[in-house]
């Protein structure tokens, strides 16, 4: 049985959206996957960003547009983690950034929702009509790697980021 499903953002999840922004400030982690919610000056700017960015005709000057989603427990509503899919690839995702980025909050890592949730996000890749998918992700977090590795994920190449490696792997989607 699923433990996650995946949403899109409303305005009616402001309370958990918020809460998940505060555990990763509090454990001054980055938020992934996150259509820049570190950085929205509101929550509601932020939401109407996800919603616009689903589409080219409206997404940010910039970027690529994109289904930013949200992670909910299926048992108790929790927020897990968030992740965010690109229809597809500029110059710097092909290089480092790829067409899918993610981060689960710290209190419900090392749980296996990491995995299920990108298997979730390729099911919608799928959807997308995306028939490979570039993941990326530091050379040091290893956790993130055997997630994509777990989802099918075979490595191409690393490439060297200011002081930093990044890997790049490419999942077929089925």
């Not at 990108?118 to 977090?141: G, P, Y």
Request: proline share 2%; hydrophobic share 35%.
């Amino acid at each position: 049985m699923a433990r996650l499903k995946l949403v899109l953002p409303t305005f009616r999840h402001k309370e958990i959206v918020l809460a998940y922004k505060q555990e990763f400030i509090e454990n001054n982690d980055t938020l992934h996957g996150c259509a820049g919610l570190k950085d929205a000056p509101s929550f509601e700017s932020w939401c109407q960003s996800c919603s616009d960015n689903l589409h080219s005709n409206t997404a940010k000057l910039g970027l690529v547009p994109s289904h930013t989603y949200l992670a909910i427990s299926t048992e108790n509503n929790d927020l897990i983690g968030m992740i965010d899919i690109r229809h597809y690839l500029n110059d710097k995702l092909l290089q480092t950034g790829g067409h899918i980025g993610y981060s689960i909050r710290k209190s419900a890592r090392n749980q296996g929702y990491a995995t299920e949730m990108l298997s979730l996000a390729l099911k919608e890749c799928r959807r997308l009509e995306l028939s490979q998918v570039l993941i990326t992700c530091d050379k040091d977090n290893i956790a993130s790697a055997k997630t994509i590795i777990k989802n099918g994920g075979l490595l191409e190449n690393e490439v060297v980021e200011g002081d930093h490696v990044v890997q790049r792997y490419w999942i077929t989607v089925k």
